[in-house]
């Protein structure tokens, strides 16, 4: 039996301050977006090494070259991106090449398309808090969340700075296709646009195939600020590291300006990075098939649940139904589910508001837990009445 068929709810609320410890202990987590299983031994065991060996002193600024050179490789053999130590930096959590993209490439009075929205909600903050204004490019739902390209197309004006995508996409589970890639890599270079390219959930996917849009010419290479983690798939969220790959001369300038706020990535966390891409052996293939399977169960549910529709993911640990049948606002809806069903799930319109109607359920947990959730959110469902 893998350890991915059963969890200790008294084990997640100790370990998951954030997703279950928050909770009163008859709620069941399902929004925040860590899985709810121990990382991989490897992991664990690279990290006692380090701590061992007093590996204390400061560390090289764009990361340990025996990180990088593990780094590099990865880059190299899986996403196609011929790079070099130069081309990386390894960053505290994902979370902060979003931010850093924004600091580093926007200012008041500019505009940046988010491709496809919803979106991550840090996606939206950032770039706010840069002065510059977000751009809703919403997919189609009615597609199986294709991206709009030719509203992208009408939506870039003089103002427009840069194209942040998310492949594969949270919340709609998503992955983008070759030709949509090629097609918003087309408009970033007519319109001299940077791209920021989020692929955290790359070793998430089920159905399709990851591309990573630096990888489709050397000229993306050069205006894509790519984004990679271990967050979610090898679930070490709270050690925060990932990685972000860029090169040509903004790369210089996006060096002094991490530099500058953080010095460098935690020891610690890197070598976490490294075990993970190196020691963590049969733990992906397993993972992937273990959400996977819980997608299938999930989206069966939520179909015999009447009125609510949701598209089929193809990545991430995600599902993202429409419930606007019942007349709540998303937000309604969650607290609804809070507090009649005792699940505990995220609010589609903290998407942005292309995420109204939707609710966001992790299923990055066992099967009794997400069966439990989902019997609870039937049965609280069946008490509202449907709008017509
Ligand atoms: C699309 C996306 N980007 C970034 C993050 C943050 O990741 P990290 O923990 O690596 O900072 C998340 C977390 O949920 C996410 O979903």
């Known amino acids: 039996m893998s350890s991915f068929e059963s969890v200790d709810h008294a084990f997640l609320r100790k370990r998951s301050a954030l997703k279950w410890g928050r909770w009163d202990d008859d709620v069941i987590a399902l929004s925040v977006a860590d899985i709810d299983f121990p990382p991989p031994q490897g992991i664990k065991d690279a990290l006692l090494k380090v701590i061992e060996e007093d590996r204390t002193p400061y560390g090289m600024h764009a990361g340990d070259p025996d990180v990088l050179e593990v780094v590099c490789e990865k880059l190299n053999r899986i996403n196609r991106i011929q790079a070099s130590f130069d081309d990386v930096h390894m960053?505290?959590?994902t979370m902060f090449s979003i931010f850093i993209s924004c600091y580093h490439a926007l200012k008041p009075g500019d505009e940046a398309i988010i491709c496809p929205a919803p979106i991550y909600p840090?996606?939206?903050?950032?770039?706010?808090?840069?002065?510059?204004?977000?751009?809703?490019?919403?997919?189609?739902?009615?597609?199986?969340?294709?991206?709009?390209?030719?509203?992208?197309?009408?939506?870039?004006?003089?103002?427009?700075?840069?194209?942040?995508?998310?492949?594969?996409?949270?919340?709609?589970?998503?992955?983008?296709?070759?030709?949509?890639?090629?097609?918003?890599?087309?408009?970033?270079?007519?319109?001299?646009?940077?791209?920021?390219?989020?692929?955290?959930?790359?070793?998430?996917?089920?159905?399709?195939?990851?591309?990573s849009i630096a990888s489709l010419s050397p000229e993306m290479m050069e205006r894509t600020i790519t984004s990679f983690g271990f967050s979610k798939a090898y679930g070490i969220p709270g050690y925060r590291i990932a990685y972000l790959v860029h090169r040509g001369k903004r790369m210089k300038i996006l060096k002094e300006q991490i530099h500058d706020?953080?010095?460098?990535?935690?020891?610690?966390?890197?070598?976490?990075?490294?075990?993970?891409?190196?020691?963590?052996?049969?733990?992906?293939?397993?993972?992937?098939?273990?959400?996977?399977?819980?997608?299938?169960?999930?989206?069966?549910?939520?179909?015999?649940?009447?009125?609510?529709?949701?598209?089929?993911?193809?990545?991430?640990?995600?599902?993202?139904?429409?419930?606007?049948?019942?007349?709540?606002?998303?937000?309604?809806?969650?607290?609804?589910?809070?507090?009649?069903?005792?699940?505990?799930?995220?609010?589609?319109?903290?998407?942005?508001?292309?995420?109204?109607?939707?609710?966001?359920i992790n299923v990055g947990t066992s099967k009794a837990v997400i069966k439990e959730a989902l019997d609870r959110m039937e049965k609280a469902l069946k008490k509202l009445k449907i709008n017509k």
Not at 186 to 198: M, R, T, V, W
Not at 304 to 316: F, L, Q, R, Y
Request: proline content about 7%; some cysteine.
């Open 91 to 93: 960053i505290p959590g």
């Open 122 to 211: 840090p996606f939206i903050q950032n770039i706010i808090n840069a002065g510059a204004t977000p751009v809703f490019s919403p997919v189609k739902y009615d597609n199986n969340c294709a991206l709009d390209l030719d509203l992208l197309r009408s939506q870039i004006n003089p103002r427009t700075k840069m194209i942040m995508i998310c492949n594969p996409h949270n919340p709609c589970g998503r992955v983008l296709t070759q030709k949509e890639l090629e097609t918003v890599a087309e408009l970033a270079i007519e319109n001299d646009l940077l791209i920021f390219s989020d692929e955290l959930y790359e070793d998430m996917v089920f159905k399709g195939k990851h591309i």
């Open 261 to 360: 706020i953080i010095v460098h990535t935690d020891t610690l966390a890197q070598a976490a990075a490294k075990a993970a891409l190196t020691q963590s052996g049969n733990w992906l293939p397993s993972l992937r098939k273990h959400i996977n399977e819980m997608h299938g169960y999930a989206l069966n549910r939520l179909r015999d649940m009447k009125g609510v529709w949701c598209s089929i993911p193809e990545a991430t640990p995600f599902l993202f139904p429409n419930l606007v049948v019942y007349g709540l606002s998303s937000n309604e809806m969650t607290d609804y589910l809070l507090h009649e069903a005792r699940i505990a799930v995220q609010s589609g319109s903290t998407f942005g508001p292309p995420g109204e109607g939707h609710i966001r």
